[in-house]
């Protein structure tokens, strides 16, 4: 509201601190209590301040260190309801520049600004860009590389120490760092009947607790760790055209909570140039947000059975049934006339969905009921090959089990 008004008052009401009197949420105190505290006087039920605060993750702080105001005006934002550009985001990208250019301006790609640069009053007047060899020279200068990369990367330092700003950044800290997916499926948005609606998915109440303890994990245990947060988003479902661009074609974004200190290592690496451990990291977040899609979403798992079923019908049922290859699942769990006591890894997903049909059909998984060497049993590495995995199975008629002497 204070940038509503003329700045003369603006600041008078500053000062004298009459603004606190006029603004209901200054008398309040709702600027100086987080969403936690608030959270904590209104209810006791777990489950309602979950409700009440999970879009948290839109801005990424916590509820007990975000302020209650900034989070309001978050959920009041969406209280209307929500838009999407139509033909998708990249839309957005595409009329902006048209407007600049149609105005004399130019829009460079692939052209990272190094520093800004600063006349001897301390004020923004251009940047160099360091592939270019050049120095553009600007009235007004926009950063929106974060406040610590601006602070401390791009102004010159003498500039920035002077600020008020400077000595807050130590103090407030950065906030949560997140890692994207974006998947591709078979199957329209109709056919898969996927909602124009985001999910937010917890595993806890506790927000605070849970994701502070995810965070505070070591790159080498994410592997036995369930991650307790995830977005997930059908963008194709939100865009009126994408039919007619992608026929027959589904998108899926999800987001979940990371932390920089499992990446810092690589900070000054080439994109896709970090080597296997870094590339190890990223697979097994990317194969854990995708199970959560999986689990909510069955669909999006696609038509493999069906087809496989389908296929299955055309063999006779007098000879051996025998069908191998990659199931993408994990089934160490032993189920009576299904597995054996000779698997690898912890059951997913895809490892129940495997058992349940196996049972529908009367197999058996034949490469879990003989003993082997763990060399002989993985059938998948990670980059790395920090982590191995057995997702290849033998299944066979369980009338025909004992034709099957070794596997």
Known sequence: MLKLIPWPIARLLVVTGLYRLMFRCYRRRYTERTLQEVLDELTDNGELRLVLSYICGDYGVFPNEVPFLLHALVVKHYVGGAWYPRGGTSEIAFHMVQAIQHHGGRVLVQAPVTNIICDDKGRAVGVKVAKLDTEIQAKIVISDAGLVNTFKTLLPPLVAQASYIYPLIQKVGPSCSFITTFIGVDGSPNELKLPAGNTWLYNCQDINKTMRSFLESKAEDIEDLEIPFGYISFPSAKDAEWDSKYPGKSSVLVITLAKWEWFKEWKNEKLRHCGDRYENIKDVIGRKMWQQCVDLFPQLDGRFYEELEEA??????????????????????????IVGPHGLGTRNLRGEKLVEWCKMNNLIIGNTWFQQPPRRKWTWKSPGEEIRNQIDFILLSHRFRNALLSA
Request: aromatic share 8%; hydrophobic share 25%; with cysteine.
């Open 312 to 337: 299955k019908t055309q063999c006779s049922q007098q000879n051996p049934l025998i069908i191998m290859g990659d199931f993408n699942a994990r089934k160490y769990a032993r189920e009576e006339n």
